[in-house]
């Protein structure tokens, strides 16, 4: 590889950051947070005194995975549309894109836990025990189901971009 295979990364098309391509500096940033916030959020599920210490820092963990993810997103398409149709960045592209609505769902999962924790649970325990149970149980669950799909997807998209970047060179 030489300076003339760098070329089209020049193009004023690509969103680049000090003439770098803006996606795999952004990625990283997606890949840290997303995790520590599943983490938090399933901390928050099942460890009382951790949902206490973390209050909104799970909910704002969320909110910024999904301001980056779009961004990060945007980023890989304009990094796809320079490099061309191949195989492993298409591949890499389909999950990419899937990670939005999950995105979605971990901020309500988690701004919903931290609103139920904050202002509804004590009063609701007091007034409805089990209609509380039933929230804290349907909560939980979907912490879970979030959690865990997150997680998975994210594994599989940094597995197919990994293999996008270096399977040609390693196989």
């Known amino acids: 590889m030489d300076a003339t295979d760098l ?91 899937m990670l939005l609505p999950w995105a979605i769902a971990l901020f309500i999962v988690a701004a919903a836990q931290w609103a139920w924790f904050r202002f509804g649970d004590e009063r609701m325990r007091r007034d409805s025990p089990g209609a509380a149970r039933a929230a804290r149980i349907g909560l939980a669950a979907a912490s879970v189901v979030v959690g865990v799909g997150t997680a998975v997807l994210l594994v599989l998209i940094g597995d197919s971009g990994a293999r996008a970047v270096w399977g040609g060179l390693l196989s």
């Open 7 to 97: 070329a089209p990364l020049a193009s004023e098309d690509l969103l680049q950051v000090a003439g770098l391509p803006l996606h795999p500096l952004i990625v990283h940033a997606v890949v840290v947070l997303t995790p520590l916030t599943v983490l938090a959020l399933l901390l928050g599920t099942f460890w009382p005194a951790a949902r206490r210490r973390l209050g909104i820092v799970t909910a704002l963990g969320a909110l910024g995975v999904l301001v980056l993810v779009p961004i990060t997103v945007a980023a890989g398409q304009s990094l796809a549309a320079v490099i061309g149709p191949v195989p492993a960045v298409a591949r890499h592209q389909q999950f990419g894109e």
